[in-house]
């Protein structure tokens, strides 16, 4: 309690908070400090305003029609006084029972009361997509509900059966979910080696980002899975208790949950697919385990120096990133520094959460863009082709609009088939408190950002017309990328923090052509093709993409190579560079289509819904 | 005159001289006739305190905190003595001490809105920003002409992102001392922090006026005004106010840091490198400088260096379990 108006008769005290350390605070959260506040003409912060009356309407907000909003996310508590209950979870674009159409995963957290028995704990959710624009929840049936408290997901057949298996990452012990082939998942995670578990239910790891890839070419997927921090349930790193300092409990001098820093982080593991079902830890032979204990979160293999291997990306919270360049000989060579990829442009560790991953130049090379904290921009890192790496953020247009967002879920996808990769960017804020601070200038639920590639190295914001899918504000968190409706458009699925899903579907009024290719892959090549590089030539551009397995935020996307090819009405040539070895040179008859391609038989077959419109 | 001044000086007491030492600004000789004053008479008058005040006004912080505490233990009910501890405890960077000497102050005489100035800023030091604002508010209150008040109100408000309100009191700072070329500067800060950019960059350029024009100014104004031109893709007019920076202050490892960046960012390794490795010097525990070097002799392909900096730079990112660095 202060004193009344200090003089007249009422005595001044100046007491001190006990909240209040002596020493300066440090914000848990890595960013670059306040930062100026942008808002609206309504005076709304930018992050949930700034929409405009009339513009071109790229995506359309149709989860509830789709039937998505049944299900919603429950993470923790609203207060979010816990870091565990802020980080949200992913959500995986898959066919599990090779009907030809994407369904949606979508992981579920957890509650403390869930935890403990107290009561039920939230699902996840296995949307099957029924073909008519809906989709209906299978998960019950499917054996996939999970009930931890979950946070990421990755899709990779890792027993090379034709069928995608699902990872869940977990606060605690993992899943991996075996596809039966029948409709159905099984469990395997303690038989394959690769379910974390701790021992002791009260003190476990939180498990975040997981990726699939053939790290030593053997034809078999191995996994990665990122750790986030050490948690004890009984002890939760709450200000003024024994498991944190009140240093790192502060954002702009306000008192909000602790961490990451100040917390101890956890380590990553690698596990090498053994072949019958089981896997072998082989994060420290390959020297990948993060001995340093970085605040992992996004994770993705993918070919970043182009010698046709998978290299390892880890995006790290608040810590510096990690890059492994893969040596060829079952091991890791750390570039993370040398590469331009552990810090952004100023030298500043940030607090990474998703990666994108896409070749924005079309010069054949694969750019990073790495979404992180506000009062931060989002990392646009430019490759030189060999694997090293630019901070071009500002210079590319994307650094000035993310500032005030807290990204999480990221992607490249061509949304108007023009042939060049466009950015896709969801974002939420992580401290509830932002709402009560409208000086900050940011919201706690805000609207996803899409940047439009114009053609030079340089993006642009589109206009988030009201009522349309940019304008959605949620707190967004996991967001997988991928062709639902098999119309030859990208479509956006997103979890949201503690409410239902986002389904954005693909409207853009553009009549471009495009093509995409399902690869099958043999031998060397896992069977799902995860690690494989297309390079398209149409229209006088090279295009090039990848296969992934994980990346964004805790999500793993469609795994269909798409191609938007603006005016072209035909394709110049396909060159498939499989992943574990071989080039296949195809020449797709027609465009609009979706081709099945098998390692060393061509088109195998195709896909076309329009065609059966009547549009071909 | 000066023989009648001699004589003068014979006559008067040590105490005498010393309050005229003390008038005259030349606190070295008061503080030394104060003590004599007091040790001819003990406690029989207000030396002590004045000698307090003599030492805190040489910036003998340490020495005035012991001497104002044997006053204020023979004279507990002098309100001057606790203010004058609290001033100088503040100055020793013991806010949570100084703050207990205020409140006992406060309870025998009413605090003047200086006092309430340095309580203020005794919660900045404690990083307890609300009750600064109050407490600078409430000195703003008392004497709306206090312009030192205003301007660590602006700071405060500034350091929670008020930047509106930062912009109102530093402005009010300026009507009363238009010269002060600390609120110009952090005036320009809230306008650029309040994205006026337009209003931020004239007033970085009076700021930049202002210091051309003081030969005592510091690196600061130009300091800050580059990194606003830096941010804003104006490398080449930050190129020349850097290079002012380090002359003013050699010592300043971000004045040498952003040089030496925006001399790679134009170009020129080989000086950018002269540079980093200057900031580098002066501030060798900083990841951020090693990291920087590190890329530039990378573009220069002096690969060995390169990694040795850029090694140096994750060894001080360090790790981070939960003693780790952070």
């Known amino acids: ?616 | 005159m000066l023989v009648a001044s001699a004589q003068n000086s014979q006559t008067q007491t040590p105490y005498d001289q010393a309050h005229a030492a003390f008038a005259r600004g030349d606190y070295a000789q008061a503080a030394d006739l104060y003590a004599q004053a007091d040790a001819a008479h003990p406690g029989q008058s207000d030396a002590l305190l004045f000698e307090g005040k003599s030492l805190a006004n040489l910036g003998k912080f340490a020495e005035a905190d012991a001497v104002l505490r044997r006053y204020a233990f023979r004279h507990p009910d002098s309100a001057d003595a606790f203010f004058m501890l609290g001033f100088v405890l503040h100055r020793e960077d013991k806010p949570a001490d100084s703050l207990k000497e205020y409140t006992q102050a406060a309870k025998l005489a009413t605090p003047k809105a200086d006092d309430l100035r340095i309580v203020g800023l005794d919660y900045v030091l404690l990083n307890d920003y609300p009750d600064a604002i109050h407490w600078l508010e409430k000195a703003t209150t008392f004497d709306p002409q206090n312009e030192q008040a205003w301007y660590s109100l602006g700071r405060c408000y500034y350091s929670q992102s008020r930047f509106k309100d930062a912009e109102s009191s530093l402005q009010r700072a300026l009507s009363l001392d238009p010269k002060d070329a600390k609120a110009v500067t952090n005036l320009a800060l809230a306008y650029e922090m309040d994205n006026n950019l337009a209003e931020a960059d004239r007033t970085y350029r009076s700021s930049i006026e202002l210091a051309q024009a003081d030969p005592h100014t510091d690196e600061w104004p130009f300091l800050n005004y580059a990194s606003f031109l830096l941010e804003n893709d104006r490398t080449a007019e930050a190129l020349p106010l850097l290079r002012r920076a380090v002359v003013l202050n050699p010592r300043c490892a971000d004045c040498h840091a952003k040089l030496g960046k925006a001399l790679a960012a134009t170009g020129n390794s080989q000086e950018a490198v002269t540079e980093l490795t200057a900031a580098v010097a002066l501030s060798p525990d900083d990841p951020k400088l090693h990291y920087a070097l590190g890329h530039v002799y990378q573009s220069l392909g002096m690969r060995d260096k390169a990694k040795a900096e850029l090694d140096l730079s994750a060894k001080l990112y360090g790790s981070r379990d939960a003693a780790g660095p952070q």
Request: proline share 5%; charged share 20%.
């Open chain 1, 1 to 616: 309690m202060r004193g009344l108006l200090c003089g007249i008769l009422a005595a001044c005290t100046f007491p001190i908070a006990a909240q209040n350390p002596a020493s300066p605070a440090q914000n848990g959260m890595a960013s670059a400090g306040p930062q100026a506040a942008t808002f609206d003409r309504e005076h709304r912060p930018i992050t949930a305003g700034g929409l405009v009356k009339t513009g071109p309407v790229v995506l359309m907000e149709i989860a509830k029609q789709a039937g998505l909003t049944t299900w919603r996310n429950v993470t923790g508590t609203p207060q979010k006084n816990i870091i565990v209950e802020a980080k949200g979870s992913g959500v995986a674009l898959l066919d599990y029972d090779n009907d030809g159409w994407l369904d949606i995963y979508m992981v579920n957290g957890s509650t403390f009361d869930a935890q403990t028995g107290k009561t039920a704990p939230p699902h996840a959710a296995l949307f099957h997509n029924n073909r008519d624009g809906t989709f209906t929840d299978v998960a019950q049936q499917a054996g996939v509900t999970n009930d931890r408290w979950g946070l990421g997901v990755a899709v990779g057949d890792y027993d090379n059966d034709g069928w995608p298996d699902l990872y869940v990452t977990n606060l605690g012990t993992n899943r991996l979910y075996h596809n039966n082939r029948n409709g159905t998942f099984t469990d395997v995670a303690e038989k394959a080696g690769v379910a974390l578990d701790s021992g002791n239910p009260q003190v476990v790891v939180d498990h975040t980002g997981a990726t699939f890839g053939d790290y030593d070419g053997d034809g078999r997927l191995d996994l990665f899975v990122a750790g986030y921090i050490h948690f004890d349930f009984q002890n939760p790193p709450i200000a003024g208790t024994k498991a944190t300092s009140f240093e790192t409990c502060q954002y702009r001098s306000l008192n909000v949950m602790c961490g990451p820093r100040g917390l101890e982080g956890a380590g990553d593991h690698l596990f090498h697919n053994n072949g019958d079902g089981t896997f072998t830890d082989v994060s420290e032979k390959a020297g990948v385990s993060d001995r340093s204990g970085f605040y992992g979160l996004g994770a993705l293999f993918v070919d970043v120096n182009n010698d046709g291997r998978p290299d390892l990306l880890v995006a790290d919270d608040s810590t510096p990133n990690y890059l492994y360049i893969n040596k060829g000989d079952g091991t890791f060579e750390d570039d993370s520094y040398s590469s331009g990829y552990a810090l952004n442009g100023d030298g500043r560790e940030v607090s990474n959460m998703g990666i994108a991953a896409g070749d924005y130049e079309n010069n054949g090379h694969l750019d990073l863009v790495n979404t992180d904290f506000s009062d931060d921009y989002d990392v646009v890192f430019l490759n030189d082709g060999q694997g090293d790496f630019s901070d071009v953020s500002y210079r590319s247009g994307i650094a000035s609009p993310t500032i005030p967002f807290v990204g999480f879920g990221d992607g490249f996808l061509d949304y108007d088939n023009d042939g060049w990769k466009d950015l896709f960017i969801v974002n939420g804020h992580v401290y509830p408190q932002a709402d009560q601070h409208p000086e900050w200038g940011m919201s706690y639920a805000q609207r996803p950002l899409l940047f439009h590639n114009l053609q030079n190295g340089k993006f642009e914001l589109v206009p988030a017309v009201e009522g349309a899918g940019l304008a959605t504000v949620a707190v967004g968190r996991g967001a997988a990328f991928g062709d639902l409706f098999n119309d030859g458009k990208i479509d956006v699925v997103i979890n949201n923090l503690d409410g239902p899903p986002i389904l954005l579907r693909n409207v853009n009024p553009d009549r471009h052509h495009w093509i995409e290719f399902k690869l099958t892959g043999n031998g060397k090549t896992p069977r799902d093709a995860v690690g494989t590089t297309v390079y398209l030539t149409a229209g006088g551009i090279r295009q090039r993409e990848d296969v992934m397995s994980g990346g964004s935020y805790l999500s793993s996307s469609d795994m269909r190579a798409h191609f938007g090819l603006g005016e072209a009405a035909s394709v110049d040539e396909v060159e498939i560079h499989w992943a574990g070895g071989g080039i296949e040179k195809l020449k797709p008859p027609a465009v609009d289509r979706i081709y099945s391609v098998e390692k060393g038989k061509g088109i195998t077959g195709f896909l076309c819904t329009l065609c059966k419109k009547g549009k071909q």
